[in-house]
């Protein structure tokens, strides 16, 4: 059955309140019950910790409030992530203007109330895959509230005469319901030098764009998100309450990353020197999925045990899926 280490995980974890930590480790009880023969009490366990799971997810979930409908359906996806900021590797800088930010924003009625403008203007700056995107999912799930996000390419190709119209109809759903309205590859629209043919229209477009921006006295947040910062008009950064750019993590953000996915699985093993520089490099969104790789091979020989090989075997092939 269960070790003494596992118990003393367990009762920490309950004494700090900590639901991840606990269901975590119940379910290495389980797969340990499972190793010894006790399969009818691993299979209680987890039939336990997947209701509980369910149960959480339910009471976090905020009402639905709307769901884009007609025109509006084509130009936004909804979503309710229960992301957190906590569960995202940051650096320092990046870390305290996030924190300003919710701190403003949930005390935003305060700050109202003495003519003070809490900021809710985001650009987002950064190669693939290192978490741009996953940012608005956690502003939305710190501040409980829905994350829109807008489908450029409806926006654009589709309808080329029409952009600007639809535009006006994103823009009045975002004063219509507070959410965080994540406009993804903004580098489409906020493009200096878009494709010759439709240079004019991009422009309108992003003029547009700008007069909304500016003329918005809603209560969402607004997060731009790109690849290609050379791209942009640089009238455009002035325009956000804050810029935010990100990096490929240095070694000390790269480790954290691995440690934290491999969270629940045994790496004394590990050596995290060898780990670190073959992650060198790879992006945030690489490494994890290296770290998941690994993990999935642990659950599934039943070891639950992550080797120094396995980690960086992962993180190699992610490098090579890349240079192929
Ligand atoms: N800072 C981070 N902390 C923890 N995990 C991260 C971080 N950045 C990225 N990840 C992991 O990588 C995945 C992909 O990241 P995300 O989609 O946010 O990248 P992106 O910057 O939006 O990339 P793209 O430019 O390709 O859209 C995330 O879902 C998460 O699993
Ligand atoms: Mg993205």
Redesign the pocket.
Known sequence: MATSDQIMALIKSHLKDDDDRFLAVAIQVAAHAARQGHGRVAEEIRVLVDKAEADRKRAARPVPITTPRGELAALLSVSYPE?RLS????TEAARIRFDRLLREQRGRQKLLAHGLEPRRKLL?V????????????ALAGELQVPLYTLLLHGLITKFMGETAAKLRLVFDALADSRGVYLF??FDAIGGQRAATNDVGEIRRVLNSFLQFLEQDASSSLIIA???HPEALDRALFRRFDDVIE?DA?VDA?AL??MR??LATFDTAEVDWDLAVSAAGGL???????ACELAAKEAVLDDTLTVSTSALVGALEERRHAHTD
Request: net charge negative.
């Open positions: 992301t569960d995202m590797v940051l987002l950064g190669p693939p895959g290192s978490g741009k995107t996953m940012t608005a999912s993804d590859e998100a790109t690849n990100y993590p953000l954290q990353i934290n996915t992006s945030n969104a690489d490494i994890t999925r």
